[in-house]
């Protein structure tokens, strides 16, 4: 199996219907959910599950009690035709940095920006990330996160289905391997459509995702 790319923060399984890819997580896995939180203005609403260590994976769709907002909501989850592995993203120890290092590497991982969410105990959540048309549109380079000094999203006690592995191709893998290098990320990349895929083990055994 693939290893696992250091610094994981989290997956990106993004959704034209949030309640129905839960619903398929749980019976395909035995493990359900837990609700995230609401993005505020964007139109959107996750659930999470640990990934092992601090690692989760975010099951993110429309929020059908906002109102839609005035631009695109995140990941293309108005015009995806079913669930899909979209991203992921990386905890650098120094996100400014890290951003420095890639461009002067050639790959601009795009602007810092500032986000929120408030977790359905009320917790409010603060994080930036990269953001931005500069970054691949494969969705293969992940971006970059900085939880500051709030909780991280594992810390809250999510139910939890083991990475195992992580599986990214790519019809030319030469051309986004020097981006990845560029973030200091390991992740393997073979030949093969864009795509992300990643299994995990849960009480009815492993299961991959695409």
Same mark, same amino acid.
């Not at 359905?120 to 970054?135: E, S, V, Y």
């Not at 599986?167 to 992740?187: N, V």
């Given at each position: 199996?693939? /290893?696992?790319?250091?610094?994981?923060?989290?997956?990106?399984?993004?959704? %034209?219907?949030?309640?129905?890819?839960?619903?398929?997580?749980?019976?395909?896995?035995?493990?359900? #959910?837990?609700?995230?939180?609401?993005?505020?203005?964007?139109?959107?609403?996750?659930?999470?599950?640990?990934?092992?260590?601090?690692?989760?994976?975010?099951?993110?769709?429309?929020? #059908?009690?906002?109102?839609?907002?005035r631009? %695109?909501?995140p990941f293309? !989850?108005?015009?995806? /035709?079913?669930?899909? +592995?979209?991203?992921?993203?990386?905890?650098? %120890?120094?996100?400014?940095?890290?951003?420095?290092?890639?461009?002067?590497?050639?790959?601009? %991982?795009?602007? !810092?920006?500032p986000?929120?969410?408030?977790?359905?105990?009320?917790?409010?959540?603060?994080?930036?990330? +990269?953001?931005?048309d500069?970054?691949h549109?494969?969705?293969? !380079?992940?971006?970059?996160?900085?939880?500051?000094?709030?909780?991280? #999203?594992?810390?809250?006690?999510?139910?939890?289905?083991?990475?195992?592995?992580?599986t990214?191709?790519?019809? /030319? #893998?030469d051309?986004?391997?020097?981006?990845?290098?560029?973030?200091? +990320?390991?992740?393997?990349? /073979?030949?093969?459509?864009?795509?992300?895929?990643?299994?995990?083990?849960?009480?009815r055994?492993?299961?991959?995702?695409?």
């Amino acid at each position: 199996m693939n /290893a696992i790319p250091a610094r994981l923060d989290h997956l990106v399984l993004a959704t %034209p219907d949030l309640a129905a890819t839960v619903a398929d997580f749980t019976r395909r896995t035995g493990v359900t #959910p837990a609700p995230g939180g609401v993005h505020v203005g964007l139109g959107t609403r996750n659930h999470l599950v640990a990934l092992g260590g601090t690692s989760y994976l975010e099951i993110i769709g429309p929020d #059908p009690e906002q109102p839609r907002p005035r631009g %695109p909501r995140p990941f293309d !989850v108005d015009i995806l /035709a079913a669930a899909r +592995t979209v991203t992921w993203a990386i905890a650098p %120890p120094d996100l400014d940095a890290a951003v420095a290092r890639a461009r002067s590497r050639g790959y601009d %991982p795009g602007d !810092v920006r500032p986000m929120s969410r408030r977790r359905p105990d009320g917790t409010l959540l603060r994080w930036r990330l +990269t953001d931005g048309d500069t970054q691949h549109p494969s969705g293969l !380079v992940p971006f970059l996160i900085d939880w500051g000094t709030s909780p991280h #999203p594992t810390a809250s006690g999510l139910p939890g289905t083991p990475l195992l592995s992580l599986t990214a191709t790519a019809p /030319a #893998p030469d051309e986004i391997r020097p981006l990845l290098a560029a973030l200091d +990320t390991g992740l393997h990349l /073979a030949a093969g459509p864009v795509g992300l895929s990643f299994t995990v083990d849960t009480p009815r055994g492993p299961v991959t995702f695409g």
